[in-house]
């Protein structure tokens, strides 16, 4: 059973373009969400998402941030006119949504962007 | 809100030390707790997680935490370390109420030496 994917591992852009991240959850998983860790910091969450639906974003930046999980196909987080200040590993982990305590996120390897 | 700290950004033991990773945590309502893993490049791997039940928890590799409400920690240990441990830990919290929005601390950094 392969594990999350995410691509690309790495990503260059310069300022003022657009990053697309691809998340591909693992097989059986509807739930997505992203985290966001910049350098020497922790992960931060940025959005969960359901097949087709938005649940939480209260962790996105309000503007040049989307993301999306299509009914088919991976989960895109796009970034519109990219800053250096987004230069970051955007990590992608998926879930199995289960009864009670037994929900466990499943990372991905994550996606280095690095913005020129 | 939920926040948790870390203790110490690096930590560095010998081969066969025993191996102590600070957590505390803040929650206005009883947590859920994990560890995670993070080998260099990798993505985030679980290593144990408390939600109800035993307060001592174990987990993958040979490490297990503690769960101690009174002093809000949960500290990862492990008793003889290897050099395969060497990688970057990472404590979170979450509550037990809607989707599982996990909330880190900063991260420990955990060095090895023969």
């Known amino acids: 059973n392969a594990g999350v994917m995410q691509n690309p591992r790495h990503l260059v852009r310069r300022r003022g373009q657009e990053a697309r991240l691809r998340c591909s959850p693992m097989?059986?998983?509807?739930?997505v969400y992203w985290y966001r860790q910049l350098p020497e910091e922790g992960l931060k969450f940025m959005v969960y998402?359901?097949?087709?639906?938005?649940?939480?974003e209260s962790g996105m930046p309000k503007e040049r941030f989307s993301a999306e999980f299509p009914k088919e196909g991976p989960s895109i987080l796009r970034i519109q006119q990219v800053v250096r200040g987004d230069s970051a590993a955007y990590f992608c982990a998926s879930s199995q949504r289960l009864a009670g305590t037994q929900e466990t996120q499943y990372f991905g390897p994550g996606t280095r962007l690095l913005v020129l | 809100a939920q926040s948790v700290t870390q203790l110490g950004s690096h930590v560095s033991v010998s081969e066969g030390a025993l191996v102590l990773l600070r957590c505390n945590y803040s929650?206005?309502?009883?947590?859920?707790l994990f560890w995670y893993v993070q080998y260099p490049n990798q993505g985030l791997q679980l290593l144990l997680k408390y939600t109800t039940g035993a307060t001592l928890v174990k987990g993958i590799n040979g490490f297990e935490a503690e769960f101690k409400k009174s002093e809000t920690s949960f500290h990862l240990t492990k008793p003889s370390a290897h050099m395969s441990d060497a990688a970057e830990y990472f404590c979170a919290v979450s509550v037990p109420t809607g989707f599982q929005k996990l909330v880190f601390g900063t991260g420990t950094r955990l060095l090895v030496s023969p």
């Open positions: 097989k059986g998983h509807s739930h």
């Open positions: 929650s206005s309502v009883p947590p859920y």
């Open positions: 998402l359901q097949k087709e639906n938005i649940i939480d």
